[in-house]
């Protein structure tokens, strides 16, 4: 028996050890918005937080996520949208959609450590892949939540 602890609850799994997490996550918890894409840790799509960092969970051995606080797409606010996903909306960031959990969880990592990011901390962290290539709305949303970020907590509400 593995426990995990995901998005803030803690499940005892009989899973095997090397059993990749985004199977866990995907199968076992009952949480599809986690996507497969290339199972190589390549393309991004599979992007969770593990005490806060962006891990590609396809090819994270569920062994190693053990005692750690692994949040998912379906955690990252705690009701309603998170920012991150509302900027993706205001901006028209998707297009097909399948990579955007994974390029949120991602966007999401990078503003909670700089939340002024430039354009070579952007595309330092967004190095998920998309095949609709929406890169250039992706920065646009990412910058904006920066600037909201910066303005004075009067002109926010």
Same mark, same amino acid.
Not at 48 to 52: A, I, K, R
Not at 87 to 90: F, G, L, M, S, Y
């Given at each position: 028996m593995l426990k995990l602890t995901v998005n803030g609850r803690s499940h005892d799994l009989d899973v095997e050890p090397e059993m990749p997490l985004l199977w866990v996550i995907r199968d076992q918890l009952n949480?599809? #918005?986690t +996507?497969?894409?290339c199972g190589i840790a390549l393309c991004g799509a599979c992007t @969770? $937080?593990? /005490? #806060?960092e962006p891990v590609r969970s396809c090819t994270l051995p569920v062994s190693a996520a053990v005692g750690k606080k692994i949040v998912t797409i379906e955690g990252l606010?705690?009701? #309603?949208? $998170?920012?991150v996903q509302k900027?993706? @909306?205001?901006h028209e960031v998707p297009q097909c959609g399948y990579c955007q959990t994974g390029m949120i969880m991602s966007a999401a990592a990078l503003l909670? +450590? $700089?939340p002024k990011p430039t354009d070579? /901390?952007?595309?330092?962290?967004m190095t998920n892949l998309c095949r609709c290539g929406t890169y250039a709305r992706v920065q646009t949303a990412i910058h904006a939540l920066a600037a909201d970020s910066a303005a004075p907590a009067a002109k926010k509400a």
């Open positions: 949480l599809p #918005g +996507k497969y894409g @969770v $937080h593990v /005490d #806060g606010a705690e009701r #309603g949208l $998170h920012r900027a993706w @909306v205001e909670s +450590k $700089h070579a /901390d952007i595309e330092a962290a």
